[in-house]
C-alpha cells in the first residue's frame, strides 16, 4: 500500500485540503433519521469507542460491539466497557454481517489488520466509518469499491465526548466522505446524523476531507495540544522545585493551572484568557511568548513539514514495526518524571491565583496555540479547522491532565498522538533548556505583581491589547464560538 496523499497530482492535494465548509444547523434538522432503525456495530471499545457508543445509543441508535474472539474470551478491558454497559457484545462473525454501518475505533496502528478481518464480512453496500484518516491517507487502504467510506472525527479525546455531551453540549466535529468510496452518494447524509447522534453538531461541524483531517489532526496533537502541554507542565513543575516552591503546591499549581487557564481560552479565546491576567503580568505574558514563538517555530514548522510529506508516519510505522519501541520508551520515561511522582498537595488555590501565579503557563498556551494555528494555516489548513485543532481543544486535553498529569492525558489520547507528543517534547526540552534559565519564581510558582508597584505604560498595553484581539485566530474564534450557545462552563478544581 502506498501514502494515498502523496500518490495524489499536487493540485488535488490543494483540493483536498482546502476542504472545509462550516455547516450551518439547518444541515441538521433531520438529526439521526438516516440511521434510525440500522445496524451500528462498532469494533472496538476504548477510548473513542465506548464514548461516542453511549451518546448514539442516548441518541436513540442500536449500537452493538465486534470485539476480537480473545477479548471476549479473556473478558478484557473493552469486553468490559461494553457489557457492564449493557451492550449487546460479540464477535466479527456474529455482528459485522449484520451492520449497516460498521465503525472502526481500534487504535490506528491495528487498523489495515482490523480492516482487513472486517471488509469481507461486511455486507453489500454497508458503510464503514473511521474518526482519524490516518489508514486511508497514510497508508492508502483501498476500500471494497460496493462499500461507502465515511469519517466523524471528534475534535477532542473520548472522555470529553462523552462529558460534553452529558453536559447538553457537544465537541467540534470534522466530517467527511472518501471520495473513492462513495458509491450511492449517502455517505454526508449518513455522516451528518452520526454526527449529531455523537453531539458534535451542538459544538459546530467542518465538512472536510480525509487529507485534511489527517493532516491537521495530527499536527494539533504533536504540538500544542498534547506535546507543549507536556513539555510546559514538566518545565514548569521542575522550575518552581529548582527556586524553593513547596512541591505539593507546585504539583497542584500545575496539574490543575493548565485546566483553569485554558477554561478561559475556550470561552473567550486567547484574549479572554489574557484578560484573567493583571494588566503588567498580561504585558510580561505577551512578551514572553513571543520569545517563545520565535525559539519554537521552527520546531512547530518541521512537525507539519514531516506530516505534509509522510515523513512522520513513516517514521512512527517504523516504531510500530520495531514493537513500538520509542513509544514504549518514552511512556516509561514520562512516568519517571519528578511531575508525574509528586502528587498534588492539599492546598487550597482559588481560581484566580492559578492565573496570578503562573504567567508562565498563560505564556506557552498562547504562544502554542498562535503558533499550531499559524503554521497549519501556512500549510494550507483552513482557518476553522485550524481553531478546532489548537483553540477549542486545548482545555478539553487539559481536563484530561487535571484528572490524573501526564499519565491520563497519554492514556486517553490515541497511540498515535501520544507517540507525537513525546516526539516534540524529546525535541522541544532542550531548545528552551537557554529560556528556562531566564525564568524565575515571579512566572511561575509566585503572584507576578509581589513586590512590585503594578504600574503599567498605557500605550504599551493599549498596542498589546490590539496586537492580541487582532491576531487571526482571534476573528475566526469569534464567529465560530457565536455558533456554540450550548457551551456550558466546567466544574475546576
Ligand atoms: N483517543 C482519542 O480520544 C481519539 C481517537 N481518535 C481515533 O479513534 C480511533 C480509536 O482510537 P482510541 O479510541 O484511542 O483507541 P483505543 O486504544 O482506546 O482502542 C482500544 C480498543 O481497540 C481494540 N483493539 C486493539 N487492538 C486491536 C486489534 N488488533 N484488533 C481488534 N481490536 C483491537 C481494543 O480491544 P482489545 O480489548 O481486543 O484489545 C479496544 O477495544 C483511532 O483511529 C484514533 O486516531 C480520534 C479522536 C480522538
Ligand atoms: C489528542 C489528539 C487526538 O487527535 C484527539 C483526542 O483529538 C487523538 O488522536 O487522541
Ligand atoms: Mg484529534
Ligand atoms: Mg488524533
Redesign the pocket.
Known amino acids: 500500500m502506498a501514502n494515498y496523499f502523496n500518490t495524489l497530482p499536487l493540485r488535488e492535494q490543494l483540493n483536498q485540503l482546502g476542504v472545509c465548509e462550516f455547516m450551518s444547523n439547518d444541515e441538521f434538522l433531520d438529526g439521526v433519521d438516516a440511521l434510525k432503525g440500522k445496524k451500528v456495530v462498532i469494533?472496538?471499545?476504548?477510548?473513542?469507542?465506548?464514548?461516542q457508543g453511549l451518546n448514539l445509543r442516548d441518541s436513540g441508535l442500536d449500537v452493538s460491539?465486534a470485539?476480537?474472539k480473545?477479548?471476549?474470551e479473556?473478558k478484557?478491558?473493552?469486553?468490559k466497557?461494553?457489557t457492564d454497559n449493557n451492550f449487546k457484545v460479540g464477535t466479527y462473525e456474529e455482528l459485522i454481517p449484520t451492520a449497516d454501518l460498521v465503525i472502526?475505533?481500534?487504535?490506528?496502528?491495528?487498523?489495515t489488520?482490523?480492516i482487513n478481518?472486517v471488509m469481507p464480512l461486511m455486507k453489500q453496500g454497508a458503510t464503514l466509518s473511521?474518526?482519524?484518516g490516518?489508514?486511508i491517507v497514510e497508508e492508502g487502504m483501498q476500500i471494497r469499491k460496493d462499500l461507502t467510506v465515511i469519517m466523524v472525527?471528534?475534535?477532542?479525546?473520548?472522555?470529553?465526548?462523552r462529558a460534553e455531551y452529558l453536559r447538553g453540549f457537544g465537541v467540534p466535529t470534522l466530517i467527511a466522505v472518501h471520495p473513492e468510496n462513495d458509491p450511492e452518494g449517502k455517505g454526508l447524509d449518513w455522516a451528518k446524523a452520526y454526527c449529531v447522534g455523537t453531539g458534535g453538531h451542538r459544538a459546530g461541524v467542518l465538512r472536510s476531507s480525509f487529507v485534511a483531517e489527517v493532516k491537521s489532526?495530527l499536527m494539533g496533537?504533536q504540538t500544542i495540544l498534547c506535546g507543549l502541554l507536556q513539555t510546559g507542565s514538566i518545565l514548569s513543575f521542575d522550575k518552581m522545585v529548582e527556586k524553593g516552591i513547596d512541591p505539593g503546591y507546585a504539583s497542584k499549581l500545575v496539574q490543575y493551572g493548565v485546566e483553569v487557564t485554558t477554561e478561559a481560552l475556550k470561552h473567550g479565546g486567547v484574549t479572554g484568557m489574557m484578560d484573567r491576567l493583571s494588566n503588567p503580568a498580561k504585558i510580561k505574558a505577551f512578551k514572553v511568548a513571543e520569545e517563545l514563538k520565535t525559539i519554537m517555530r521552527p520546531l512547530f514548522q518541521k512537525h507539519q513539514d514531516d506530516i505534509m510529506s509522510g515523513e512522520f508516519s513513516r517514521v512512527m510505522m517504523e516504531d510500530w514495526a520495531n514493537g513500538d519501541a520509542n513509544l514504549l520508551k518514552w511512556r516509561a520515561e514520562t512516568g519517571e518524571t519528578a511531575f508525574e511522582k509528586t502528587p498534588a498537595g492539599d492546598i487550597k488555590i482559588s481560581e484566580q491565583e492559578y492565573f496570578d501565579n503562573y504567567t508562565l503557563m498563560v505564556a506557552f498556551i498562547k504562544a502554542g496555540v498562535e503558533l499550531a494555528f499559524e503554521t497549519m494555516v501556512e500549510a494550507g489548513i483552513k482557518p476553522e479547522s485550524a481553531y478546532y485543532e489548537s483553540l477549542h481543544e486545548t482545555p478539553l486535553i487539559a481536563n484530561t491532565i487535571a484528572r490524573k498529569k501526564l499519565f491520563e492525558m497519554n492514556r486517553?489520547?490515541?497511540?498515535?498522538?501520544e507517540y507525537g507528543c513525546y516526539l516534540f517534547d524529546q525535541a522541544c526540552k532542550p531548545l528552551l533548556a537557554d529560556f528556562m534559565k531566564t525564568v524565575d519564581t515571579d512566572l511561575v510558582g509566585k503572584n507576578f505583581n509581589e513586590g512590585k508597584d503594578g504600574s503599567v505604560d498605557n500605550h504599551e498595553l493599549v498596542e498589546i491589547n490590539e496586537a492580541i484581539r487582532s491576531h487571526e485566530v482571534e476573528q475566526v474564534g469569534t464567529v465560530l464560538r457565536k455558533a456554540m450557545t450550548a457551551m456550558k462552563a466546567i466544574k475546576t478544581a
Open positions: 469494533v472496538g471499545c476504548g477510548a473513542q469507542g465506548l464514548n460491539y470485539l476480537r480473545e477479548a471476549i479473556e478484557r478491558a473493552s469486553w466497557n461494553a472502526n475505533l481500534t487504535p490506528d496502528k491495528q487498523h489488520s482490523v478481518a473511521y474518526s482519524h490516518f489508514n472525527a471528534p475534535k477532542s479525546p473520548g472522555s470529553e465526548v489532526d496533537e486517553v489520547i490515541s497511540d498515535t498522538a
